[in-house]
T-cell receptor, first 110, second 114 residues
Framework: GDSVTQMEGPVTLSEEAFLTINCTYT??????LFWYVQYPGEGLQLLLK?????DKGSNKGFEATYRKETTSFHLEKGSVQVSDSAVYFC?????????FGKGTRLHILP | GAGVSQSPSNKVTEKGKDVELRCDPI?????LYWYRQSLGQGLEFLIY????????KSGLPSDRFSAERTGGSVSTLTIQRTQQEDSAVYLC????????????FGPGTRLLVL
């Protein structure tokens, strides 16, 4: 069945460091891909999405590109801030339901 | 406008009791989803309502779980004879039209079964 695999955390970085969180997926067809973020004490929020191959989603300085050839959707940010500390979930949407990865907890140190 | 709301925000119950969790979707959203977030299983799909179609119940873990959506708006997730393994955060989401439309999540109900 469809699945999403993302790097396990926690990931700890210093402020202004470069961030990559790897995500790969297994799916038949062409799902939409998402990154959701869950800040401490808050609900899930959509961070960015891409609906077809080679699309790049971006928001708040984060980017991810839908790579069909490598079935990947890695999340990147050039310079992280303390306020980016959260749990990040990679996900795909196929047949109306979202399938999530297990989440990666990110800690940014000042 | 208002987002997805859920109530209660926290619920503590005793093993064997029934609980009801409520979700108010974003106005005008025809699709409504329930998910469960637990330590051991991550985020799991439970059930999906779209308009007047029969719901997709494929994610419900047992027949103790049921959900209904009245009038195409508010939804209630019911767990009968709760077990300790039901302890989790139950998330509701809604979207404009199902399919690949973006799903917007509520803050969740944290359920603790003692």
């Amino acid at each position: 069945g469809d699945s999403v695999t993302q790097m396990e955390g926690p990931v700890t970085l210093s402020e202004e460091a470069f961030l990559t969180i790897n995500c790969t997926y297994t799916a038949t067809g062409y799902p939409s891909l998402f990154w959701y973020v869950q800040y401490p004490g808050e609900g899930l929020q959509l961070l960015l999405k891409a609906t077809k191959a080679d699309d790049k989603g971006s928001n708040k300085g984060f980017e991810a590109t839908y790579r069909k050839e490598t079935t990947s959707f890695h999340l990147e940010k050039g310079s992280v801030q303390v306020s980016d500390s959260a749990v990040y979930f990679c996900a795909l949407n196929r047949d109306d339901k979202i399938i999530f990865g297990k989440g990666t907890r990110l800690h940014i140190l000042p | 406008g208002a987002g997805v709301s859920q109530s209660p925000s926290n619920k503590v119950t005793e093993k064997g009791k029934d609980v009801e969790l409520r979700c108010d979707p974003i106005s005008g959203h025809t699709a409504l989803y329930w998910y469960r977030q637990s330590l051991g299983q991550g985020l799991e799909f439970l059930i999906y309502f779209q308009g007047n179609s029969a719901p997709d119940k494929s994610g419900l873990p047992s027949d103790r779980f049921s959900a209904e959506r009245t009038g195409g708006s508010v939804s209630t997730l019911t767990i009968q004879r709760t077990q300790q393994e039901d302890s989790a955060v139950y998330l509701c989401a809604s979207s404009l039209g199902g399919g690949r439309e973006t799903q917007y999540f509520g803050p969740g109900t944290r359920l603790l079964v003692l």
